[in-house]
């Protein structure tokens, strides 16, 4: 297949989504950055060379704000901070000099934002680390071909963010944006493969879904790590992508969905609870403060005062409930989640101490997350409801399935409407029992009620170990 022939594909495609991007590239086995800029040349009528001169001018003015930042420029949440590290000799925090130059000029970028501002993508906060990595590419030898190439391919995915984004939420510009085109840039630069790329994008994104920002964005320094994290997290999963073979089944486009929705119920849900917290921090100028009424300024401190009290109410009563640092770990749980498996399977150890008899059939309700993570938790709640087998008998756990089709035990699966609520319920030839509990992670759980005795399973627990929760 010719150039011509995926330029001819593109244009009848066109606008692409990344997820179309990968897919020409490997159709056609051409680069990533071929498809981005051939896609360019269709919508902009240019010569190749022409766009990435064109990209690079993209860049300038957050280039200047950074070096702006490196050199003595002070912001208002972060001070002078990048300029202090610039100041010292060798290495500023890590010995690849390319990860920490990116650190650093992305650092820069932010103090520059506060000083000239930056020119935003679907934010300000992934113009910092776009900026910061393009000037390492340039102060580390890579060639400026390479360098606009790279830039223009950052420019792509942030085109997507940009248009995602729709209320507050690092998720989709700083953390998220930043680390999804830092994994992408960093497997190309690898030499990786379109579907390698894809694949750190993805792994670059997922522990960035959800993250509010706005209110940090008032408080000093707690930005420094979402728009640094998104150079880290996107380096080492464009690195792990393209040297170890791994399976990742999501494809980028669902996962970018999935964030653009998830971004929204964060900016209606958990920013006003991040605010709360976070608003006896925020720095604040008094210029602009001579401007508001007394009253309401006096209320906001009152309300203020009242969350610090509380929030160091809930820190002791988390203390409270703690033991001592040689009784902190729970058992060992295998599946891969002390919450999806290791909590149910022991509200069903539970419930198995409970029965009399001879186990004719189990039933086994879960709330909607862990009924659709049945594949992983199933297997350990019928170790514990018939064998009573631990979270840590790996053994069991993989042939606990077929143990009970062996015995004949009815098996039915329940999908519950509670939230975290895991109710086992064991019939038996002689009785019929139940353990009603809602779901905690460490593999704790809360025990609401048991039959025959809720008094009775108490004791059980405590004799295998398993930790109640309030």
């Given at each position: 297949?010719?150039?011509?022939?995926l330029?001819q594909?593109?244009?009848?495609?066109?606008?692409?989504?990344?997820?179309?991007?990968?897919?020409l590239?490997?159709?056609?086995?051409?680069?990533?950055?071929d498809?981005?800029?051939l896609?360019t040349?269709?919508?902009?009528e240019?010569?190749?060379?022409?766009?990435?001169?064109?990209?690079?001018?993209?860049?300038?003015?957050?280039?200047?704000?950074?070096?702006?930042?490196?050199?003595?420029?002070?912001?208002?949440?972060?001070?002078?901070?990048?300029?202090?590290?610039?100041?010292?000799?060798?290495?500023?925090?890590?010995?690849?000099k390319?990860?920490?130059?990116?650190?650093?000029?992305?650092?820069?970028?932010?103090?520059g934002?506060?000083?000239?501002g930056?020119?935003p993508?679907?934010?300000?906060?992934?113009?910092?680390?776009?900026?910061?990595?393009?000037?390492?590419?340039?102060?580390?030898?890579?060639e400026?071909?390479?360098?606009?190439?790279?830039?223009?391919?950052?420019?792509?995915?942030?085109?997507?963010?940009?248009v995602?984004?729709?209320?507050?939420?690092?998720?989709?510009?700083g953390?998220?944006?930043?680390?999804?085109?830092?994994a992408?840039?960093?497997?190309?630069?690898?030499g990786?493969?379109?579907?390698?790329m894809?694949?750190?994008?993805?792994l670059a994104?997922s522990?960035?879904?959800?993250?509010?920002?706005?209110?940090?964005?008032?408080?000093?320094?707690?930005?420094?790590?979402?728009?640094?994290?998104?150079?880290?997290?996107?380096?080492?999963?464009?690195?792990?992508?393209?040297?170890?073979?791994?399976?990742?089944?999501?494809p980028?486009?669902?996962m970018?969905?999935?964030?653009s929705?998830v971004?929204?119920?964060?900016?209606?849900?958990?920013?006003?609870?991040?605010?709360?917290?976070?608003?006896?921090?925020f720095?604040?100028?008094a210029a602009v403060?001579s401007l508001?009424?007394?009253?309401?300024?006096?209320?906001?401190?009152?309300?203020?005062?009242?969350?610090?009290?509380k929030?160091?109410?809930l820190?002791?009563?988390?203390?409270?409930?703690?033991?001592?640092?040689?009784n902190?770990?729970?058992?060992?749980?295998?599946?891969?989640?002390?919450?999806?498996?290791?909590?149910?399977?022991?509200?069903?150890?539970?419930?198995?101490?409970?029965?009399?008899?001879?186990?004719k059939?189990v039933?086994?309700e879960l709330?909607?997350?862990?009924?659709?993570?049945?594949?992983?938790?199933?297997?350990?709640?019928?170790?514990?409801?018939v064998?009573?087998?631990s979270?840590?008998?790996?053994?069991?756990?993989?042939?606990?399935?077929?143990?009970?089709?062996?015995?004949?035990?009815?098996?039915?699966?329940?999908?519950?409407?509670e939230?975290?609520?895991?109710?086992?319920?064991?019939?038996?030839?002689?009785?019929?029992?139940?353990?009603?509990?809602?779901?905690?992670g460490?593999?704790r759980?809360?025990?609401?009620?048991?039959?025959?005795?809720?008094?009775?399973?108490?004791?059980?627990?405590?004799?295998?170990?398993?930790?109640?929760?309030?």
């Amino acid at each position: 297949m010719t150039m011509l022939e995926l330029r001819q594909k593109i244009s009848e495609m066109q606008p692409l989504t990344i997820g179309e991007v990968v897919a020409l590239a490997t159709e056609y086995q051409a680069r990533v950055v071929d498809v981005v800029l051939l896609e360019t040349e269709i919508q902009t009528e240019l010569a190749r060379e022409e766009i990435l001169t064109k990209v690079m001018e993209e860049y300038d003015h957050n280039i200047r704000a950074l070096e702006i930042g490196l050199k003595d420029g002070e912001s208002i949440l972060l001070g002078t901070v990048a300029s202090q590290l610039n100041k010292i000799e060798g290495p500023k925090c890590f010995a690849d000099k390319m990860l920490d130059d990116a650190l650093l000029f992305t650092l820069a970028a932010q103090v520059g934002n506060h000083c000239i501002g930056l020119r935003p993508c679907a934010g300000t906060g992934d113009s910092c680390p776009y900026a910061g990595f393009i000037k390492a590419m340039q102060v580390n030898g890579y060639e400026a071909k390479t360098v606009a190439e790279i830039a223009a391919l950052i420019l792509k995915i942030g085109s997507i963010f940009r248009v995602g984004k729709v209320t507050t939420g690092c998720n989709m510009e700083g953390f998220g944006a930043g680390a999804a085109c830092i994994a992408a840039a960093t497997a190309v630069l690898e030499g990786g493969t379109p579907e390698q790329m894809e694949k750190a994008m993805v792994l670059a994104m997922s522990p960035t879904i959800g993250v509010p920002c706005t209110p940090r964005v008032l408080v000093p320094a707690l930005c420094t790590t979402h728009v640094g994290g998104a150079i880290l997290i996107g380096m080492y999963a464009g690195k792990m992508c393209t040297k170890v073979e791994m399976t990742v089944n999501v494809p980028f486009d669902v996962m970018i969905a999935m964030a653009s929705q998830v971004h929204v119920e964060s900016g209606k849900y958990l920013v006003p609870t991040v605010v709360e917290y976070m608003e006896p921090f925020f720095k604040r100028k008094a210029a602009v403060e001579s401007l508001v009424a007394e009253e309401v300024k006096k209320a906001e401190a009152k309300q203020m005062t009242e969350t610090l009290a509380k929030a160091n109410r809930l820190a002791k009563e988390m203390a409270s409930d703690t033991k001592s640092v040689l009784n902190t770990y729970g058992d060992a749980v295998v599946g891969g989640s002390s919450q999806a498996v290791g909590s149910p399977t022991n509200a069903a150890r539970i419930a198995n101490k409970l029965a009399k008899g001879t186990i004719k059939k189990v039933t086994i309700e879960l709330y909607p997350e862990l009924f659709k993570r049945r594949s992983i938790n199933i297997p350990g709640i019928l170790m514990g409801a018939v064998f009573g087998a631990s979270t840590s008998d790996y053994e069991m756990y993989n042939q606990a399935i077929d143990k009970v089709k062996e015995l004949g035990i009815a098996v039915e699966i329940i999908e519950g409407t509670e939230h975290a609520i895991q109710k086992i319920t064991i019939e038996t030839d002689e009785m019929t029992g139940s353990v009603d509990t809602l779901n905690r992670g460490g593999g704790r759980l809360v025990l609401r009620e048991a039959v025959p005795s809720t008094a009775e399973a108490i004791k059980i627990a405590d004799k295998l170990g398993i930790q109640l929760v309030e």
